[in-house]
């Protein structure tokens, strides 16, 4: 989400949009033309743009959403017409946004009532490492896969990072918290992660950029952990209503595993 804002905001900020649409049945009579971009900002995983007159239109892309940026003339490729949810666009550049989850308008002063649950943004200026820990060790029962994706323990980590850092910490995704060696480094490592990946799409976290390699457990079911070359098995964490997808390396990490 970092690079995105960072991408809209180069493009947007600073400029009168020309042209604003809001393809959502609760947004579709506001006009918004004529008010400048102020700056694009990501709080964790989401997206505010703020508006000239104190606006803030809010942005979640979850799973399948996404924002693409055309010049003029440009076909437009991001997804067909009846997916584009919004539509931000100046005499340079248009930025589209795509499956949408969630799109509001608010006040910039009233930010705080959808992201003021966050923990600290891991990518943002204000990162307190010792908070975002503290929040985590408040329940040292829980499975730290479930912590480490509960975006009111610290903001910004998906479902990609939680096998990623299990797996270089040597933990399964369902290892209580408490009992993970050394969480200041887990922590300390997600940070580290992060700030490596923000300014490219996608996520390295081997070193590896080559393509397969790219990633030590995430998307390898069954195939070699390219540390060991033990398969790499696949499962479910998380709660049931938030249920995602967990990858392990049997040999490389150390703690409960589903039974089935």
């Given at each position: 989400?970092?690079?995105?804002?960072?991408?809209?905001?180069?493009?947007?900020?600073?400029?009168?949009?020309?042209?604003?649409?809001?393809?959502?049945?609760?947004?579709?009579?506001v006009?918004?033309?004529?008010?400048?971009?102020?700056?694009?900002?990501?709080?964790?995983?989401?997206?505010?743009?703020?508006?000239?007159?104190?606006?803030?239109?809010?942005?979640?892309?979850?799973?399948?959403?996404?924002?693409?940026?055309?010049?003029?003339?440009?076909?437009?490729?991001?997804?067909?017409?009846?997916q584009?949810?919004?539509?931000?666009?100046?005499?340079?550049?248009?930025?589209?946004?795509?499956?949408?989850?969630?799109?509001?308008?608010?006040p910039?002063?009233?930010?705080?009532?959808?992201?003021?649950?966050?923990?600290?943004?891991l990518?943002?200026p204000?990162?307190?490492?010792?908070?975002?820990?503290d929040?985590?060790?408040g329940?040292?029962?829980?499975?730290?896969?479930?912590a480490?994706?509960?975006?009111?323990?610290?903001?910004?980590?998906?479902?990609?990072?939680?096998?990623?850092?299990?797996?270089?910490?040597?933990?399964t995704?369902?290892?209580?918290?408490?009992?993970?060696?050394?969480?200041?480094?887990?922590?300390?490592?997600?940070?580290?992660?992060?700030?490596?990946?923000?300014?490219?799409?996608?996520h390295?976290?081997?070193?590896?950029?080559?393509?397969?390699?790219?990633?030590?457990v995430?998307?390898?079911?069954?195939?070699?952990?390219?540390?060991?070359?033990?398969?790499?098995?696949?499962?479910?964490?998380?709660?049931?209503?938030?249920?995602?997808?967990?990858?392990?390396?049997?040999?490389?990490?150390?703690?409960?595993v589903?039974?089935?």
């Amino acid at each position: 989400m970092w690079l995105t804002a960072q991408r809209l905001d180069a493009a947007l900020a600073g400029r009168p949009l020309v042209r604003a649409e809001l393809r959502v049945p609760q947004l579709a009579t506001v006009e918004l033309v004529g008010r400048q971009v102020v700056e694009v900002a990501a709080r964790g995983k989401h997206l505010m743009a703020r508006l000239e007159g104190g606006l803030t239109l809010h942005s979640h892309l979850r799973m399948d959403g996404s924002w693409h940026l055309y010049a003029p003339g440009e076909q437009w490729r991001g997804g067909a017409e009846h997916q584009v949810r919004a539509v931000l666009g100046n005499e340079a550049r248009t930025a589209v946004g795509y499956r949408l989850p969630v799109l509001e308008l608010l006040p910039t002063a009233e930010e705080s009532q959808v992201v003021g649950h966050l923990g600290p943004d891991l990518l943002g200026p204000g990162w307190d490492a010792a908070a975002a820990l503290d929040r985590l060790a408040g329940a040292p029962e829980r499975p730290v896969g479930e912590a480490l994706l509960d975006q009111r323990n610290l903001a910004g980590i998906g479902n990609v990072y939680v096998a990623e850092l299990c797996f270089l910490r040597g933990v399964t995704p369902w290892t209580p918290f408490g009992e993970v060696t050394a969480p200041d480094k887990l922590v300390a490592l997600a940070k580290r992660l992060l700030e490596a990946n923000k300014s490219r799409p996608g996520h390295v976290t081997t070193g590896d950029t080559r393509r397969g390699r790219t990633h030590w457990v995430y998307g390898r079911a069954n195939r070699p952990c390219l540390r060991c070359g033990t398969p790499v098995r696949v499962g479910e964490h998380g709660p049931a209503e938030q249920r995602r997808v967990a990858y392990w390396c049997p040999r490389c990490q150390r703690g409960p595993v589903p039974t089935r």
